[in-house]
């Protein structure tokens, strides 16, 4: 299992910024790469961005495709989710899997490898 750390949530206003980190802090890694997630309460988690360890290629969910973009500083075993144009319907707790077990097209699948989640709120 690896173990991470997810900072950069806060408030922000419709339209602005924010850049997410999620660090690899302990842990083995065995699987596709790193992917980011998001729940608000009584919903399913939902995918949001997840890059491969290669790097190849990047994953997103339709909500944030052209809005948001994951990139990968292995040298720091840092991911980040650097998210633009924000909407108020972006509010929510937002995940880290670094162990992602695979992906295809729009959609990537955890393995359940979470962080405590960061905050992030979009609001005037």
């Known amino acids: 299992q690896v173990q991470v750390e997810e900072s950069g949530g806060g408030p922000v206003q419709p339209g602005g910024s924010l850049r997410l980190s999620c660090r690899i802090v302990?842990?083995?890694?065995?699987?596709?790469?790193v992917g980011w997630f998001r729940r608000t309460p009584g919903k399913e988690r939902e995918f949001v961005a997840g890059i491969p360890y290669s790097q190849r290629i990047t994953h997103y969910g339709d909500s944030v495709k052209g809005r948001f973009t994951i990139s990968m500083d292995k040298p720091k075993n840092t991911t980040y989710l650097e998210m633009n144009s924000l909407k108020p319907e972006d509010t929510a707790v937002y995940y880290c899997?670094?162990?992602?077990?695979?992906?295809?097209?729009?959609?990537?699948?955890?393995?359940?490898?979470w962080g405590q989640g960061t905050q992030v709120t979009v609001s005037s």
């Open positions: 302990g842990g083995t890694r065995s699987h596709y790469g």
């Open positions: 899997d670094a162990d992602l077990l695979w992906c295809s097209g729009n959609m990537c699948y955890a393995s359940g490898s």
